[in-house]
């Protein structure tokens, strides 16, 4: 019976955590949790961004490969089908209320003009080949500004210098912000 005293003593003389200790704990563990999710958030939102970035750079990619392509394989206009052509020459440069607007006849003998429309609420990129329109960059990209700036001399061949600025339309944050710029020569040697 006395053992049986014993074991009841050191039973209750031992002690448990106080209501500090508790809380220092916890609030340990919720800073560490806290503070590994805002890791995890930033680690996320930068996935986001740069994800936001390359879908802007391949559908610009794109769009970018089919105007340098007909660029560079444009006619001079020696039978006036094409209207703010001169005779002799290959592009001609104006200007719409998006942008500026670039003119020029193609390999298939197609007057040409690349602009800047609007899409509803969104700006995009347009063809128009003789009587047949379309845009061509995606509808999830808006195109902000577009400029065509040409070097046209008699001793060279005349270079297309095109500067366009876009971006992705998703939430504010991740609009990948992009401007571009890349110069096509024409091709055209006859």
Do not use: H
């Not at 001399?153 to 297309?160: G, H, K, L, R």
């Amino acid at each position: 019976m006395i053992g049986s005293n014993k074991k009841r003593l050191t039973l209750a003389n031992k002690s448990g955590f106080s209501l500090v200790e508790v809380l220092v704990s916890v609030s340990l563990f919720v800073i560490i949790i806290l503070a590994s999710t805002q890791i995890f958030k930033l680690v996320i939102d930068g996935q986001r961004s740069a994800l936001a970035t390359q879908n802007v750079q391949e559908s610009l990619k794109y769009f970018l490969e089919v105007t340098a392509k007909e660029m560079r394989m444009a006619k001079k206009n020696s039978n006036l089908l094409c209207d703010g052509i001169t005779v002799d020459k290959i592009f001609a440069t104006s200007s719409n209320a998006y942008g500026d607007v670039i003119t020029f006849q193609n390999y298939d003998n197609e007057c040409v003009t690349y602009s800047l429309d609007a899409d509803g609420d969104n700006q995009r990129f347009k063809i128009q080949r003789d009587s047949a329109s379309g845009f061509i960059s995606p509808n999830k990209i808006r195109i902000e500004s577009l400029s065509f700036v040409l070097s046209d001399s008699t001793s060279t061949q005349p270079m297309i210098t095109l500067n366009l600025r876009a971006w992705a339309l998703n939430e504010a944050q991740f609009k990948s912000d992009m401007t571009i710029q890349t110069s096509v020569t024409s091709r055209y040697y006859k």
